[in-house]
């Protein structure tokens, strides 16, 4: 399987594809782009590598999105959890 990096026309956002295609060079798509918040084209940019493209940026936004979980689960107001006497 190979790991094709396409990037958006409009921010420059890339998106990733694993295909067992060749290199698809020239070749580019239409889709909507979650940066930009609108359908953009998205263009070829190289093959990626899947350890570092893939597996490594997953990791990330995985620990990024715990580290906003944990910083979301703090109560503003600690007497809310208290027991009325």
Known sequence: ???HVF?????QAEQ???TSTPTPLGLSYMSECLHCKKIQ???FVRE????ED???NTL????KKRQ??????KRKNKKLGEVAS
């Open 1 to 3: 399987m190979i790991l």
């Open 7 to 11: 990037e958006c026309s409009g921010c």
């Open 48 to 51: 990626g590598n899947r350890k």
């Open 68 to 73: 906003a979980q944990r910083s979301k689960a």
């Open 60 to 63: 990330l936004q995985i620990k």
């Open 16 to 18: 990733k594809h694993v």
């Open 54 to 56: 893939w597996y490594a």
């Open 41 to 43: 084209t998205f263009s």
